[in-house]
């Protein structure tokens, strides 16, 4: 090898004793020559760090992620570090290798699809998985070693890959092509900035100038995740408040069908531009991991259209089947559920949306849900929808939105117990009375008799 690798280290502040920890690990490849390690803390006194760790960032051959889940919380590290340095994987300039130091959830993530250490993506803390975390380090190096292998392997032909590049990059910088991405460079930046500010008519705009200056831009995907994941985040909240309230003042759950609280913060509006711009990411091929159709599901989820929430939820499954777990959490299930609320036969699409997603029998799930809450302080959350047949035949409005049932564990012996409560105009009525219970059984038929009972809410 003619002269060293550069390893580049994005990692977040408080990872800096790991940081440490791996260079210690990695400096028998340094003394062999076959590398040199590079982070923000070895920017010289006066330097201008910003731009010492672009011109590295762009430099390095091997760039290693750290993740944790201040990596994950930092903007710097995700959005401007890791953002980049894919784009420089993409592009065949630098080997982006993810590494995990502390647990934290990171499917989902741009990187997600990229080879991480170490083995089996255990992470480097993970007391479970090693013995020490010198174990686990010196994994992470021997990942590290078989890139640098390979960076060996491919040395002979980097002279003619880069003569190569060199004529490319001639034909396609013109002056009028520079200036014309250096427009949709400055509204690109102008259109995340309005992302982080939540600002998504501005984002939209942006966007839509930045792409036609560029059309090769990954914009599409970033911003329509963004507009989704505010819509998400806003609708189960939203919810939540209204449990809290209900709880608290006695207030009804029921919505008129005409009406749903998702318009509070948010509009029908922001809805068909998440929809329009995951749709384009599709289109441009910018889903292959499945994340676009997962999105354009909940969307349709919460705008109530079935069929196109079922087919976006083909898709992303069939693009990864670890989908189906995500979307079994409460806050994703809800959303799908959702979608279901106005079919002509809910309980058939239901049960579809059970088979899709492999749920377990709902009356192991409720009797799960139980015991575990059992002896726990607070309120005990069951989301569920009301049987358009019981509530037709009462005379009453039928819940078209999902709503919590209050649970209340309790153990006689070895049996199992629990009473429930739910509001109607005017009245709490509680499953079978006040402080009294029924074998769980018993008590999930009372149920299942007004409701389609879906998940716990949390």
Same mark, same amino acid.
């Given at each position: ?9 994005? $990692? ?22 076959? *590398? ?5 803390? @070895? ?15 762009? &430099?390095?051959? /091997? ?14 590290? $995700? ?24 647990? &934290? ?21 993970? =007391? ?66 309005? /992302? =982080? ?9 942006? &966007? ?36 809290? #309230? ?55 989820? *919460? ?16 693009? @990864? ?10 806050? #994703?299930? *809800?959303?799908? %559920? ?21 749920? #377990? ?20 959350? $069951?989301?569920?929808?009301? =049987? ?35 509001? %109607? ?5 509680? *499953? ?11 008590? $999930? ?14």
């Amino acid at each position: 090898m003619v002269s060293p690798l550069e390893i580049f280290c994005c $990692y977040a502040r408080k990872d800096q004793s790991l940081l440490n920890e791996l260079k210690i690990h990695l400096t028998p490849l340094q003394r062999q020559g076959l *590398i040199t390690i590079w982070s923000d803390i @070895d920017i010289d006194a006066g330097a201008v760090w910003e731009v010492e760790i672009k011109k590295h960032l762009n &430099t390095a051959q /091997i760039i290693l992620l750290l993740i944790s889940s201040d990596f994950m919380a930092s903007e710097y590290c $995700y959005s401007t570090e890791m953002q980049r340095a894919l784009e420089r994987h993409e592009q065949k300039e630098a080997h982006v290798i993810p590494i995990l130091l502390r647990p &934290t959830i990171w499917k989902g993530a741009p990187f997600d699809k990229l080879q991480v250490l170490p083995t089996n993506a255990k992470p480097v803390t993970d =007391r479970r998985s090693w013995l020490t975390e010198d174990e686990a380090l010196n994994d992470v190096v021997e990942g590290i070693r078989k890139v640098v292998d390979m960076f060996e392997k491919v040395e002979g032909d980097v002279p003619r890959i880069r003569e190569e590049l060199s004529q490319q990059h001639e034909e396609e910088h013109s002056p009028i092509t520079e200036i014309a991405e250096l427009r949709a460079y400055i509204y690109s930046q102008e259109a995340e900035d309005a /992302i =982080r500010n939540g600002n998504w008519e501005l984002a939209d705009a942006k &966007t839509r100038q930045a792409l036609h200056e560029n059309p090769r831009l990954n914009l599409r995907r970033e911003l329509g995740l963004s507009i989704s994941n505010s819509i998400c985040q806003s609708f189960i909240e939203e919810h939540r408040r209204e449990v809290s #309230s209900s709880l608290q003042d006695g207030l009804f759950f029921y919505r008129n069908p005409s009406i749903s609280p998702m318009f509070t913060h948010y509009s029908l509006a922001s809805i068909e531009k998440a929809i329009f711009w995951l749709k384009e990411a599709q289109k441009q091929g910018e889903d292959q991991d499945g994340t676009a159709s997962a999105e354009l599901a909940k969307m349709y989820g *919460i705008n109530k259209k079935c069929a196109a929430m079922q087919e976006a939820l083909k898709k992303a499954i069939d693009a @990864d089947p670890e989908w189906k777990e995500l979307f079994r959490r409460p806050n #994703s299930l *809800i959303l799908l %559920v959702n979608g279901c609320i106005n079919e002509p036969n809910i309980q058939d699409t239901l049960e579809r949306l059970r088979k899709d997603l492999s749920l #377990s029998n709902p009356e192991e799930t409720f009797t799960h849900y139980i015991k575990e809450r059992y002896g726990k302080v607070g309120y005990s959350l $069951y989301w569920v929808i009301g =049987r358009p047949d019981y509530w037709i035949e009462l005379k009453e409005s039928i819940p078209n939105f999902p709503l919590d049932i209050s649970v209340f564990p309790n153990k006689d012996g070895d049996v199992w117990q629990a009473g429930a409560s739910y509001i %109607v105009p005017g009245n709490r009525v509680y *499953i079978p009375k006040q402080n009294e219970y029924l074998p769980v059984h018993d008590l $999930y038929n009372q149920l299942e008799k007004r409701f389609f009972l879906i998940c716990p809410s949390e």
